[in-house]
């Protein structure tokens, strides 16, 4: 009887210690009262943090962007909020940016919500150390976000940091319309992938510009003028890189750009460039690779 009721005082004592508030990206303050086990994603970004920190078994429901195996909820915004009650979430997760005013929607419901908003590599870091302590999984936390950090550096200490700026390429990331190069939208000063084509050793050539979230539409006669080394074309599906990779070479306005006249086009997995998680790691060492030519 004794062993029991001491049983009990220590399960009650470790969950009270568990109990904290922590501040989001909002600056709000939320209590987190219990190590969450119901958590839905509203926001794909945030699935790939939970995957690598050994909790993907949490995660209930995702929206219809998300490509994990489970329950959908809806698109990002407006977030359904009945479908979500009705699958009993002790934690939901939403991105900043378009999406914040849905954490104030959801918060009427006394649902417990965290907003995340990280647009750089340490805001990564960051974040997943956040989500480790949240998910009282800070061993593994800190061991993932060691080895991004280590394998980061290998790239941009290492290897890229030694070049010199003279002999640095200058990139252009093109985000055209499926196979048009038409609506162009590019990164720069302020989004997370122009510090990534940084990162690789890359010149960005529209990285002193700045736009929504550091994102910003512009002409073909801009890119054409700038005249970049290479061209990063994302593509979104399996073996779409070469249908990317295609339309740019086809394109007869930039037949003269250093990058198409000298082969310098390439193809990259645009799910990954779209998301601030620590998928982008892979990101720079495939750009440092085709930029440098190094396996």
């Known amino acids: 009887m004794k062993k029991l009721l001491f049983l009990l005082l220590l399960l009650l004592f470790t969950v009270a210690s568990f109990s904290f508030s922590v501040v989001d990206d909002l600056g709000r303050v939320v209590e987190i009262e219990t190590v969450p086990q119901r958590i839905v994603v509203a926001a794909p970004a945030f699935t790939d943090y939970l995957v690598k920190l050994g909790c993907a078994d949490k995660i209930i429901g995702v929206t219809d962007y998300d490509m994990f195996d489970a329950e959908k909820i809806g698109q990002m915004t407006p977030l359904n909020i009945e479908k979500i009650i009705s699958i009993k979430p002790d934690l939901i997760i939403v991105a900043g940016g378009f999406q914040a005013a849905e ?159 000298n082969g310098e086009i390439y193809g990259i997995d645009g799910n990954k460039a779209s998301y601030a998680n620590l998928q982008l790691i892979d990101l720079i060492e495939q750009i440092y690779e085709v930029l440098y030519g190094e396996k």
């Open 103 to 261: 954490t104030y929607k959801l918060e009427k419901f006394g649902l417990t919500v965290i907003c995340l908003n990280p647009n750089t590599m340490d805001a990564i870091f960051r974040t997943t150390t956040f989500l480790a302590t949240i998910l009282d999984v800070t061993d593994k936390g800190e061991e993932v976000v060691a080895d991004a950090q280590n394998r980061m550096l290998s790239v941009s200490r290492d290897k890229a940091y030694k070049i010199p700026l003279d002999e640095r390429k200058e990139v252009f990331y093109a985000m055209i319309s499926g196979n048009e190069v038409k609506d162009l939208w590019t990164c720069g000063q302020g989004s997370f992938l122009n510090e990534v084509i940084s990162l690789a050793g890359g010149v960005n050539i529209t990285g002193n510009y700045s736009g929504s979230n550091g994102w910003l539409p512009l002409s073909v006669e801009f890119v054409a003028s700038k005249n970049p080394d290479t061209i990063l074309v994302p593509a979104y599906y399996e073996g779409g890189e070469a249908a990317a990779e295609t339309t740019i070479k086809a394109f007869s306005p930039w037949k003269d750009i250093n990058a198409v006249k």
